[in-house]
Structure formats: C-alpha cells, structure tokens
C-alpha cells in the first residue's frame, strides 16, 4: 500500500514538474511538439530510474560508512552525467532502435534538476532501495504526464487565436502555470489516503 | 577535510573516466566519417523536403551512393558544392524552384458561401464545406503554409494570400504537403515551360483560350505595374515569338476575354505586341534563367515558327540545339510566306537574334536528303533529330537528281513510288515491304513490290477487318501471293541504323485511349505510305545494347512519339492521318509555337527518362470547368485601339518602313492594361 501512496503522491500530488517546480526547461523546450514530448518522456523514466538506482547504493554505502554527506550534491551531478553517457554508448551497441528515439534526448538530460532533484529527494525522505526505485519512476512518469498535456494543449495553442505579445514560450508558461494550479487540487488526497491505511 | 574530499573525487573522476573509457571501447560503433563531414555540411533544419527523415537520414542515403549530391533542396548551392567536394564528385547549378499558388482573390474579394469564424487554422476551415469560399481551389489564406515553412519564406499578405519570398524559398515542399486545397506546388522556369493547365489550377478564361498558355493575367499585372522586363520574361515563358505574335496572332484570347460581356476584350495582343516592342527597343534580350548544358546535343530540322521554337527551349533547356534551315535565311512561313506589311523583316531578323542568342546555333541553306541526312548528322555527334518542316513542306520528301530521298530513311509516298514506276526508274524496294494503307491502291502496290523483288509485303490498316474493301479481306488467297494483311493495326515507332530502317514497332491500333496496348517489333526494310503528310518525328539515339563498341560504325535510332503528350490522345500510329493529331496543326503561329513547345515537353522527358504520358485534366481540353457567364459590377471603359493606316488614294502601298498597323503606346497600353479584370476561374475585378 506504501507504494501506491508513493505512486499517487509522486504523479498527481507532488508532481516533480507542477508542484516541485523541477525540470522546467525541458518542460517548455520540448512540450511544442506530441512526438517530441513522448521521446523526451520516455528517455527522463530511463533515466531518472537508472540513476536513483546507482546514487542510492553510493550513499548508503559509501556516503554514510565514510561520512562524506557534504559531497552528495557534486558526487551525484558526475555520477549522473557519467552513468547517461555510458547508457548512450551502451544503447547505441546494444539496442539502436531505443538509441534512434531516445538519442538526441539523453543529453539533454544529463544535467536535468529533475534527475538530480529526485536522487537527493530519495535520500532526504529516507526511502528503502525499492521505495527510492518507485518513487524514481513514478516521478518521471508523473513528469512524463505533465509534458504530454502540455504538448497537447500547445499543439492546440498553434492553431487558437492568441494575443501577439503572448504567443510562443510565454502562452506556454501561462498554461503549465495553469496546469499546476489545477494540480494543486488532488493535495490533500495522500493525507486522506494514509488516514485509510492507518484504518 | 579538504584532503579527503580531493582523494574521494579524484578517485570518483578517474573511476568513471577509466569506466567510460572502457565502455567506449567495448560499445564501439563503427560510423562513416563520410555521413558525419555530409550531416555537418547539410543545414540540419530537417525540413524533410529532401523525403528522408532528417538530416542525418540524408546524409548516409548521400554516402551510400543513393542519393546525389545535390538532393538537399534546403541548402541552395553552397551546401551542394559542400557536399561535392566531400564526395569528390562534380556538381552543377540547380535551377531555383519555388512554391506558388495560383490564387489571386483574397478572402475580402472572393466570392463565398459562408462566413468563417473559428480556429485560426486552413485545415479546420477547410472541414466546413471545404473552406469558405464559393471557389473549390480558393486559398484558405489562414496560413497553414507560413506555419510549416522552416526558413520564413511565406507570410499572408494583407488580401489574405500567401506570399512567398523568392529569397528565402528553398522549394523543400513543406506548404506544398500542408496546403489543405493542394493549391501551392512548387514551380520553375523549366516546369512552367514544359507545363500545361490542368483544371486543379486557376486560370483565366483567355489564359485557357490562347493554344500555347501564355499567362495573360500575369503579363497584364506586369504592363499595369510598369514591369515591362517581367512582363516579357512571363510571355516568353511559354511563346518565344512575342515580336511575331504580337503583330499576327489572330488572338483567339480575345474571343474568350470576360469584357466580351461588358463592352469589348482587353486589347490582350496589342499589349504583347507593345511589351514585345518595348524589348526591341531597349536592345536588350529579356532571357530566362538557362539551365546547364545536359551534354545532349539536338538537331533541329527546319527553322520556322515551330523550329524557332523547339530550339529556343531546347537551348534554355541546355540541350544545345542546332537549327538546318534549307533556305537562305531562317523565318519559314513568317519570312517567306506572310507579307513585309504585317511582319517587318528588321523586326523578323530581331526575334530570331534574340532565339540564336539564347545558346542556339543555325546553319542555313542545308537540306535534309542533300547536304546531310539522317545519319550524318549521328556521325556528327547529335543524339537527338528533330523534324519540324511543318507547314512549309507538306509532303517532306525531296527528290534530288530524280531519284526519291525521304526524311524517314526508306519511307516513300505511295504516289511518288506509282509515279517513279511509271517513269520506269522504280524506287528500290528491300526484303520486307510494308505498305499503310486502307484502300484498294495498296494492293497494286504490293504486287508491284513483289514484282520488284521484295520477298514480303505487309499491308497496315488501321481499320478493322469489317471496314476494309473486299479485295484486302481475302487474306487466304493474298498470303499465297507473300502478301499479309492486318487490320486494326498502324505502325507506332520506328528503328534504324544510321541512313537505313530496320525494325518497326506494330501497336494495336487504338483511336483515343492511351492505355498502353500489345505492341510487336518486326523487322522492316521499305515503307510506303498513302497519306500525304509524314509525321513530325523525333529520332533519338539509342545505345547499342548488343554490340556496345559497334557504336562508332553505324548509329541506332529510334523515333520517339512526342505527341503521346497531347491531350485526347490522338492516335497512335506515326504515319495515321493530321486529323488524328499526329501533325501540328499549323493553321496560325501560335499554334506552331505550341506544338513546338510540346516537341520539348516529350523530349525533355525523353531524357528526363520518365515515360512520355499526355498531361490529365487538362484546363484546354475540357468544358467541365468552373466558370461565370454574367458579370457583375464592371465598369465600361473604351479599349483602345492603334489606329489602321490606309494608304493615300494614288500611292502604292505607301508606308514606307512603317506597319500597317502601328502598336499602342505606353501611356494607351497602362490604360489598355487597366482594363483587365484579372479574371481566375470565377473571380475578377469588380468595380468599388
């Protein structure tokens, strides 16, 4: 049952994109286009999962045992942008349809708030390995999800009739604004969720 | 502290690297350094006009050898040239394309049925009816195109219509998949050319009405703008001959024009006649853009109307045309035929200066069957013979010194063989007769033929069996003189060597349709046909598959049938009759001009290697075209006319050096133009 907590809280309650405020830039930067939104999707749930995966094990492990909490924030930065280019080489061998979609994405993300944001989250709400692990991939879904009705709602913005000085990146900003407002409706609802569980 | 957060990302730096290190060796991906210099060359702005996915989907199909080198339309020349010289491979100079729709009526001045008021998008409008306006091929003029187009090359203008930036253009075809109406196609010098009007465009009733479609609207605009150099370089788009035109096209445009419903047609050919007359005397050529040379090189028989033609499109083409002319001078008809009044020679001399100076070269005083032949002229290098004796010489077939020499190697008019064998110096018959007839005649020629030697004779009809006379329907007792008769049959191509026929191509025969039918090539020495007129036929070279060294010896053609491109079809036999639509009509220059301009259209597939196929919907073929028969809302204004000289009781044709019709000057021709109601398909001009 924790973990559908976890699910729910991480896709709808604290949405990294709407409510954490993280990963903004490809939130606006790949959210014109539906196809680009999905591969841009898609590569942030291979990634941010992959990552969490590798970051938790170096600080239960390696962190806690020699005390060196303070370099959280730089180790996982070059842990991270390591492990997405061994991941690029390592698709283009192995699997290079993923590579064609995926490709022109992964570096991208390599310096993403989001992936960083998300490993430190882990650690600081003091997940177990598995919980790090859902917790990872459903906030990427959840930013999955948040690009994509954005996407959509953009592709429909080309078309609609918007005032010149708004139309672009700023009609964009206005709607996932919009977006998180209308986000912060389902707060509240991990609180009622737990009340259950306890019941 | 400090020390032991160096150490630990020390170790952490070199851990990764020697990790990715490793990786990269171990996930090595062998890539062509050859896709990577070409994807950086390219302009990456994956526009698709190419039709690969992107760029770097284009740069491997360039290294593979599958695509050429000058595929990427986006990038113009530089990017070609880039690519060249990576590939090491030589490239020419593309002719620019551009978009265009033909559209000319915004949203404001158009005809509709409803008024539009939702999504800003043409691909929405268009979901109601078809978009607003009454006009099925009306533009939308929402901006679908603007909003694909990567390199901001169209903008709606404030009539609500596409305007597309010459500068910017790269033709990748982009609006042209994103048009809802399919109005915008990509358009070229060449292509308009070599096209034709078909009913999925707009065009003006006088546009539809003048044979060789000249874009009348469009040089009218240009007279009302003061453009006279555009204006010219649009009339010579489609009529080479805008001096000759201007002074005797009979100008069945006018007939068309919608004033006819008002007061009185747009003086359209006195404007010709005015911008032509304006080039003349500037003394300078308004030329197209040339292409480069195709290292075809063309002869061109006869240097009339239709020959002036050919070779004028064919160099603009770069096909290197040369024009033999028989007679002294080039002109045909226009210089030997109509009267010095009507067509001043300087001014003769003129046009066809500015023909020659395109790139087309012209030897006079040289016939055909005298001081060359056929096969001379493949010794001489040329791949591609055009014969455009047209009205001048009927019959195109000389008889020097006595004898029979034809144009078409071995081919005679059955009244010239009956006459010579009369004479008792019959013509020299070879193994295979075949005789193109359907009357009684050519049975006695037959049997002469046999009498002369040949050991077969085929009789061609191509009526069938029911039709023809009683005597060619035994064929029982005709096979057992060694004379066969087929029906519903006509001879389609021919093949040779050098001076000599040797194969001709039989087709079923097939009065209008031009679906393809059985054909047969069978081998043929003499043919002797009844009709009084030899096509106008174009020889091409062929390479000799069997013995491709034996090319240097004797030359292989072969005779292309251009009038495939004619709308209708026509009939399908070379040597059927000119009501058949296997002559030019040469009825009027313009009509010459047009079949010239068709030769071209089919040679320049001929080498384009695309199959010759006649244009479908075509706007000059077909009644079922949108039109209007009232106008409504149009001003009368009086057409004005140059004044016609008439010579003084007592002289003797008295003009001098003057015309007898003098042109409109440019005062009364912007006033002329002014009158134009720039007419599309239902649209025009309306008064405030």
């Known amino acids: 049952m924790e973990y559908v907590i976890i699910v729910i809280g991480a896709v709808l309650i604290k949405n990294i994109l709407l409510a954490e405020y993280l990963g903004c830039c490809p939130f606006m930067g790949t959210s014109k286009k539906m196809n680009t939104a999905v591969g841009m999707g898609l590569a942030v749930i291979f990634v941010l999962t992959a990552a969490t995966a590798v970051t938790y094990p170096i600080h239960h492990h390696i962190f806690t045992r020699f005390g060196l909490e303070y370099l959280q924030t730089i180790t996982f930065i070059l842990v991270i942008a390591a492990l997405v280019q061994f991941v690029e080489m390592f698709l283009k061998k192995a699997i290079p349809a993923l590579y064609q979609s995926l490709g022109i994405f992964l570096p991208l993300i390599t310096t993403n708030c989001a992936v960083l944001g998300v490993a430190i989250l882990c650690i600081r709400r003091d997940y177990s390995f598995i919980e790090s692990i859902v917790f990872a991939f459903s906030s990427a879904a959840g930013f999955t999800l948040a690009l994509v009705l954005l996407a959509g709602i953009r592709e429909r913005l080309i078309i609609s009739d918007v005032p010149k000085p708004l139309q672009g990146t700023a009609i964009g900003l206005i709607t996932g604004g919009l977006m998180a407002l209308a986000f912060f409706g389902f707060s509240g609802v991990d609180g009622s969720l737990n009340a259950l569980v306890q019941q | ?688």
């Open chain 2, 1 to 688: 502290m400090l020390i032991t957060t160096t150490v630990f990302l020390l170790l952490l730096g070199m851990v990764a690297g020697i990790a990715l290190a490793i990786a990269s060796r171990v996930f090595y991906v062998w890539e062509d350094p050859t896709v990577l210099e070409i994807t950086d060359a390219l302009p990456g702005a994956n526009c698709g006009g190419c039709g690969f996915a992107g760029c770097s989907a284009a740069a491997a199909a360039i290294a593979e050898g599958q695509a050429p080198c000058d595929m990427c339309v986006a990038g113009g020349f530089e990017v070609t040239r880039a690519i060249g010289k990576i590939m090491g491979q030589a490239v020419g100079e593309k002719e620019p394309e551009i978009a265009m729709t033909t559209c000319n009526f915004g949203l404001y001045e158009a005809d509709s049925i409803y008024s539009y008021n939702g999504a800003s998008d043409c691909n929405a409008a268009v979901m109601l009816y078809g978009g607003s306006k009454l006009c099925p091929i009306g533009c939308i003029g929402l901006g679908s195109c603007v909003k694909v187009c990567q390199f901001g090359a169209v903008a709606i203008g404030d009539d609500m219509l596409p305007v597309f930036n010459p500068e910017r253009c790269v033709a990748c075809g982009a609006c042209v998949e994103a048009c809802p109406k399919d109005i915008i196609s990509l358009t070229s010098a060449t292509i308009r050319i070599i096209g034709e009007y078909t009913t999925e465009e707009c065009t003006a009733p006088c546009q539809r009405s003048c044979p060789t479609g000249i874009d009348i609207p469009g040089y009218i605009r240009e007279v009302q703008n003061g453009n006279f150099e555009e204006g010219i370089r649009i009339i010579k788009e489609k009529c080479p001959l805008p001096l000759i035109c201007g002074r005797i096209c009979p100008a069945p445009c006018e007939l068309a024009c919608r004033r006819n419903l008002v007061d009185d047609a747009v003086g359209i050919n006195s404007l010709k006649r005015f911008l032509a007359d304006y080039e003349m005397t500037t003394g300078k050529y308004v030329n197209p853009y040339k292409c480069v040379d195709s290292g075809h090189k063309t002869a061109v028989i006869g240097g009339g109307a239709e020959g002036l033609t050919v070779a004028y499109y064919l160099a603009r083409l770069g096909h290197q045309p040369t024009i033999f002319e028989a007679k002294p001078k080039l002109g045909g008809i226009l210089r030997y035929v109509i009267s010095e009044d009507r067509i001043p020679p300087g001014v003769l001399d003129h046009e066809i200066e500015g023909i020659l100076e395109m790139g087309v070269e012209a030897q006079t005083s040289k016939t055909m069957g005298l001081d060359f032949t056929l096969g001379s002229l493949f010794d001489d290098g040329y791949d591609t013979i055009i014969v455009t004796t047209g009205g001048f010489d009927s019959r195109k077939i000389l008889r020097p010194g006595g004898g029979v020499a034809a144009h078409v190697p071995d081919t005679f008019l059955m009244l010239d063989f009956l006459a010579l064998e009369t004479l008792g110096k019959p013509v020299e018959v070879g193994e295979h007769v075949v005789i193109v007839d359907s009357g009684k005649m050519a049975l006695d020629v037959a049997r002469s033929c046999r009498r002369l030697g040949a050991k077969k004779v085929t009789i061609v009809s191509n009526r069938s069996i029911d039709e023809l006379p009683e005597e060619l329907a035994e064929r029982d007792a005709l096979s057992a003189e060694g004379i066969d008769v087929r029906s519903s049959t006509v001879i389609a191509a021919l093949e040779g060597v050098s001076d000599s026929l040797t194969r001709a191509v039989f087709e079923e025969h097939r009065p209008r349709d031009n679906e393809p039918v059985q054909s047969e090539t069978i081998e043929v020495d003499t043919i002797i046909v009844a009709s009084g007129r030899l096509p106008e036929l174009v020889f091409t070279s062929v390479a000799n598959e069997e013995q491709p060294d034996s090319n240097q010896e004797a030359c292989l053609w072969q005779t292309v049938d251009i009038f495939r491109t004619l709308p209708r079809g026509g009939d399908n036999g070379v040597f059927s009759t000119p009501e058949k639509g296997r002559v030019s009509d040469s009825s009027a220059v313009v009509k010459s001009i047009l079949s010239g301009r068709r030769i071209v259209r089919g040679i320049q597939m001929c080498f384009s290697g695309e199959p010759i196929t006649p244009v479908a919907h075509l706007a000059a073929e077909t009644d079922d075209i949108l039109t209007v028969t009232e106008v409504q809302q149009v001003d009368v204004s009086e057409r004005q006319n140059a004044p016609i000289r008439v010579a003084e009781a007592g002289t003797e044709n008295n003009w001098g050096q003057s015309e007898a019709i003098p042109g409109l000057d440019e005062s009364a021709s912007r006033r002329e133009a002014e009158r134009c109601l720039a007419c599309g398909l239902i649209c025009y001009k309306k008064a405030m």
